[in-house]
């Protein structure tokens, strides 16, 4: 049920939403970001991506 209500969120929104899905999904590099940080803002993305990855490998240990 879970993957229908998925299947249909991404099917009813047209183009962008769906498409920018299957890049990321697919080509992961297609949806990475390649200008410069401003201020501040790096040093925010690597502890954002430290808690996120602390946070997954949490959850993936608990299953």
């Not at 962008?16 to 501040?40: H, I, K, V």
Request: aromatic share 8%; hydrophobic share 30%.
């Amino acid at each position: 049920m879970c993957v229908a209500a998925l299947t249909a969120a991404c099917s009813s929104s047209p183009g962008t939403s769906s498409r920018l899905f299957n890049e990321c999904t697919w080509n992961r590099s297609a949806c990475m970001y390649e200008g410069s940080y401003e201020p501040d803002e790096e040093a925010y993305a690597e502890e954002e991506a430290r808690r996120l990855n602390k946070s997954q490998s949490i959850r993936l240990r608990s299953n």
